[in-house]
């Protein structure tokens, strides 16, 4: 079983519907992040949590909520889906340790219509 | 800020040896991360470098010069699985304990 799970793995939906992306890890790690990744470009930072009472904006939060259900769980919702929101989104955890790196679910590719 | 910069693709042929660079301004530093992704799938881990030099594990080697903000991955013997994108990112405990990932260099090995 994967270490870190997204669900749904592919979305395709119509412009203005809410959704919801799942994240879940059984790696036992405080920090979870959302990253989205458009063709050609790196991961930009959605929001992070450092745990579960933490909460914080990266720097393409415009659009997008989350919640920290629990340690293991971290969901991303978009409010109000547009086209331009269309990429691939990648959750990740990491360890407090500096030294770990972050570790990455398959990814949830989202198409808006 | 932060900046980071990397080439945007490189072509290398199989068995042969290629250097990915990244440069750096980052608003602290405290290692950087090396991960390799390949189209459409998640991002892995390959390597990390916290003190200057050079860190080898297996055909893949980083390098790191934090006076010069620069950091190189070294793919030995290259495999035609070797065509990925190879991405660095920075970590700083300045910029809240985040890392800040460049967008990537695809690599296309060719036989």
């Known amino acids: 079983d994967a270490d870190v799970t997204q669900t749904p793995r592919n979305r395709i939906t119509k412009t203005g519907k809410r959704i919801m992306l799942e994240c879940s890890q059984t790696?036992?790690?405080?920090?979870m992040y959302w990253y989205r990744q458009d063709p050609g470009l790196g991961l930009r930072l959605i929001y992070y949590?450092?745990?579960?009472?933490?909460?914080n904006k990266g720097e393409i939060s415009d659009g997008y909520s989350v919640s920290r259900q629990a340690q293991a769980k971290f969901s991303l919702s978009l409010e109000s889906a547009i086209p331009n929101q269309t990429a691939l989104y990648f959750c990740?955890?990491?360890?407090?340790?500096?030294?770990?790196?972050?570790?990455f679910g398959d990814g949830t590719r989202l198409s808006i219509l | 800020g932060q900046n980071i910069d990397q080439p945007t693709e490189m072509t290398a042929t199989e068995g042969a040896i290629v250097q990915i660079n990244c440069t750096y301004q980052?608003?602290?530093?405290?290692?950087l991360f090396w991960y390799q992704q390949h189209a459409g799938e998640a991002p892995t881990f390959l390597s990390y470098?916290?003190?200057?030099g050079l860190e080898e594990k297996g055909r893949f080697s980083s390098f790191l010069s934090r006076s010069k903000g620069y950091s190189y991955l070294l793919l030995k013997e290259l495999q035609m699985k070797d065509s990925a994108s190879y991405l660095c990112?920075?970590?700083?405990?300045?910029?809240?304990?985040?890392?800040?990932f460049g967008d990537g260099t695809t690599l296309t090995v060719k036989p």
């Open positions: 990740a955890t990491s360890d407090p340790s500096r030294d770990h790196p972050q570790h």
């Open positions: 790696k036992g790690h405080d920090r």
């Open positions: 949590s450092f745990d579960v009472k933490d909460i």
């Open positions: 980052t608003s602290g530093f405290n290692g």
């Open positions: 470098n916290v003190l200057d």
């Open positions: 990112a920075v970590f700083s405990l300045a910029n809240a304990g985040k890392s800040t």
